[in-house]
């Protein structure tokens, strides 16, 4: 880093990712300049809290002027930033220096790379695997995530004695590099889908969530799920130690013989990397069958670089899951409270349902955003004993959804969940899936997740 003081520095983006960034670069007094495409109006927190960093970035917003690319000695961009932007090709050809986040913190990275790859569970398995290596005694950094940018790492007040940095890494973060090579590399499963202005195309999705494969070596360990990549000829022909996990038993399948790996059998998690490995799930904390499937991506990574049965064992029946994402909170009077303010779609709340076992008190409910609620009647039937919607959907959700088990309005936030206290009894699970966006009150997801947690605490 130290190469890069005093320069000037253009961050794109005012996101999450563009403050770690500007943190950053504060550190090593470079002249920094922000710019965004969206309008002021549509930025005002982060504008708000821009002008209180000290010295103050100067700041372009509602567009992306030439001069101030071209002007800068270092570009550095969020993954969601088209690398081929008009503007950064000028600045390329101007032999200026241009970068994703994801990329610059790489460049800058020594540390043996854990690489979490895929469409979905990146998030989960990647700290499970952290959250594992410290059971293990290992000093260890996860980023690339939604709580912490990978750049962070850079100015880790234990960077050096790191023993593995744990990332998880999407299709968009790898588009600008060709060069990723991480020990350990791990796909949990591959979708077929496009996103505008950055893939066109399905094959292009694929292809770039794929571009680790070609650096992997015959030191490198290649981790994937058997039940849902098994056919994949790319991943099956890769140079790297591949080892599968199947939630399915291997003996069962017959192929515990030709392949080498973890699965489950007989209610325990057995793993043959290495040694012969049995561990327990009667006490998992977490739920839920996609979090099972993470949990064996984990230890499968985990027995390739060696980590003790002992601390597997404890990661299974401590690790309380990432925020808002299924997150365990508390268990009281014999009810389990989780959070899964992440859940801003129907369909995510569908997710959720088929991964919980009945009864289910839920709280959902945010912004009225004219979404489609026809179609969740039979999961919430099923699943869920008592429903309490709030926030501005709660009417569209009522007459569409409210008979579909017992359900009751409310006028608050506060008031939600004290209800659905109220309404318990033991052995229920009462979860916040909110189904909607957030932002009818809150900030974000964040925001609502936390203040959700708090009044938990206060019951």
């Not at 003996?251 to 080498?260: A, L």
């Not at 007989?266 to 040694?275: T, Y």
């Not at 959902?364 to 009647?377: H, N, R």
């Not at 919430?380 to 501005?392: A, D, H």
Request: glycine share 6%.
């Amino acid at each position: 880093m130290e190469k890069y003081r005093g320069k000037k520095v253009l961050v794109i983006g005012l996101g999450k990712t563009g403050f770690a960034l500007i943190n950053l670069f504060n550190q090593f007094e470079c002249q920094i300049k922000v710019t965004d495409i969206k309008p002021i109006f549509d930025l005002n927190k982060a504008v708000k809290r821009l002008k209180k960093v000290q010295p103050t970035p100067q700041m372009t917003l509602g567009e992306h002027r030439d001069e101030d690319f071209i002007e800068a000695d270092l570009i550095v961009c969020s993954s969601s930033v088209n690398p081929n932007l008009p503007q950064l090709q000028k600045a390329r050809e101007h032999g200026r220096e241009v970068f994703s986040e994801f990329a610059f913190a790489y460049s800058l990275c020594d540390k043996p790379i854990i690489a979490v790859c895929g469409s979905k569970g990146r998030s989960t398995i990647a700290h499970m695997i952290g959250y594992a290596l410290k059971m293990d005694k290992k000093n260890v950094f996860v980023g690339g995530t939604n709580l912490e940018p990978f750049c962070n790492f850079l100015i880790h007040p234990n960077k050096d004695f790191i023993d593995y940095v744990v990332v998880e890494v999407s299709p968009l973060q790898l588009q600008s590099m060709d060069d990723f090579h991480p020990v350990v590399a791990i796909y949990p499963n591959i979708e077929e889908k496009t996103i505008e202005s950055r893939f066109n195309t399905a094959g292009e999705y694929i292809e770039n969530s794929l571009k680790p494969l070609k650096n992997l070596t015959s030191e490198d360990f290649l981790i994937v799920n058997f039940d849902k990549l098994s056919s994949n000829s790319i991943l099956r022909n890769s140079q790297a130690q591949t080892y599968w996990y199947s939630r399915r038993s291997f003996v069962k399948m017959g192929v515990i013989g030709e392949i080498q790996g973890t699965h489950f059998h007989d209610k325990r998690i057995h793993s043959n990397i290495h040694c012969h490995s049995e561990l327990r799930v009667r006490n998992m904390r977490i739920m839920g069958q996609s979090n099972r499937e993470n949990l064996l991506a984990a230890v499968t990574a985990c027995k390739a670089i060696k980590v003790s049965d002992e601390a597997l064992q404890k990661c299974i029946e401590t690790f309380p899951g990432i925020p808002h994402r299924m997150e365990f909170v508390i268990e009281k009077n014999g009810v389990k409270f989780y959070n899964d303010a992440k859940s801003e779609t129907m369909d995510d709340l569908r997710e959720t349902l088929e991964n919980i076992k009945p009864p289910v008190i839920l709280i959902t409910g945010g912004k009225d955003t004219e979404q489609m609620y026809e179609g969740y009647s039979d999961i919430i039937t099923e699943k869920v004993r008592l429903m309490v919607l709030v926030g501005e959907s709660k009417e569209n959700m009522n007459r569409m959804i409210g008979d579909a088990t017992q359900t009751f309005l409310v006028g608050s936030f506060d008031e939600s969940i004290l209800l659905a206290f109220q309404k318990s009894r033991t052995g229920d699970t009462i979860i916040l899936c909110p189904g909607n966006d957030s932002t009818d009150i809150f900030r974000d997801y964040d925001e609502k997740g936390n203040y959700y947690k708090k009044l938990i605490f206060q019951l």
